[in-house]
């Protein structure tokens, strides 16, 4: 079982930039995503123009924990206190969102907000979201998800404070799996940041605003 927290997933990236000769680069991440994208900010910021982070989380908080929905709670304290339970989890849940995305979609329906709902009754997201847990879980296993909820649950490994890197976070109001309230606290600590909320919008709302995004982010 290997284990990489937000820190050495940025001294990957770093390596990989000075591999390819980068100079500077932008870094994007959404949801868990968003952390790394983060880290990144705070590991290697000579190398970092601009980072943005979609529908992120934050380290958590008892007011910022109690928004988010029933079954991502469940699995963060699974992935904080029963791991072994969390990675078997994580293994079952790749398995069905790699063979019946489509399914698993209907029944996750419950936990969605509003706006979440009608982002995924679009055909488009669905083909992406299906595609993605394709290209996500290409051997079935759930490793990486398992990792990300273990990321999250605990201890990030670096201080969202100590960001001085421009940061654009974008924050969905009707977000149950990353409430706005996150990218709030991500806000007030991060200097120099600038801090999008959009209304009437859920945790995949970006999958078809990324153009927008990126033109008001990096402009």
């Known amino acids: 079982m290997w284990s990489y927290g937000y820190p050495e997933l940025a001294n990957a990236l770093e390596a990989l930039c000075q591999h390819l000769d980068l100079r500077q680069v932008n870094v994007l991440g959404v949801s868990a995503g968003g952390a790394c994208a983060l880290a990144c900010g ?9 980072v943005v982070a979609i529908s992120t989380t934050s380290p958590f908080t008892p007011q910022s924990l109690a928004q988010v929905n029933r079954t991502n709670r469940f699995f963060y304290w699974l992935a904080r206190h029963l791991p072994w339970l969390s990675w078997a989890n994580a293994n079952f849940v790749a398995w069905v969102c790699r063979n019946k995305m489509e399914s698993f979609l209907e029944r996750s329906k419950g936990k969605f907000s509003p706006a979440e709902r009608y982002e995924v009754d679009k055909a488009g997201v669905r083909q992406v979201l299906i595609a993605s847990a394709k290209e996500a879980y290409p ?6 998800l398992a990792q990300d909820l273990e990321n999250q649950a605990n201890a990030w490994g670096f201080d969202p404070c100590k960001i001085e890197v421009e940061t654009h976070l974008w924050a969905p109001e009707d977000d149950t799996s990353s409430p706005s309230i996150m990218a709030q606290h991500l806000h007030d600590q991060i200097s120099n940041s600038h ?3 959009v209304p009437d919008a859920g ?14 982010s990096l402009q």
């Not at 995949?204 to 990324?210: D, M, T």
């Open 42 to 50: 705070a590991v290697f910021p000579s190398l970092i123009h601009r």
């Open 139 to 144: 051997h079935g296993h759930g490793r990486g």
């Open 195 to 197: 801090l999008h909320l």
């Open 203 to 216: 945790h995949l709302w970006h999958i078809g605003h990324l153009q927008e995004i990126l033109e008001q």
